[in-house]
């Protein structure tokens, strides 16, 4: 493994570890949003960040494959 990868999967971990905080956090305020409308905004920050997830994810994966 080249030090550019460890430091690629570090940045990756970190990443991953931000949107969790960020994914937390748009949770809870669904969770507790007071009508449809911030329900439905914290809903689309969710679905973001589960994609920006993802893609981090693919990604890794791609450089795993290398």
Do not use: C, W, Y
Not at 33 to 38: L, M, R, S, V
Not at 39 to 46: E, F, L
């Amino acid at each position: 493994m080249t030090d550019k990868s460890q430091v690629l999967r570090v940045l990756f971990h970190r990443l991953n570890n931000q949107l969790g905080i960020i994914l937390a956090n748009a949770e809870l305020l669904e969770k507790k949003a007071p009508d449809d409308t911030h329900r439905a905004r914290a809903a689309q920050v969710v679905l973001s960040v589960l994609e920006a997830m993802g893609t981090a994810k693919e990604l890794r994966a791609e450089l795993d494959d290398q």
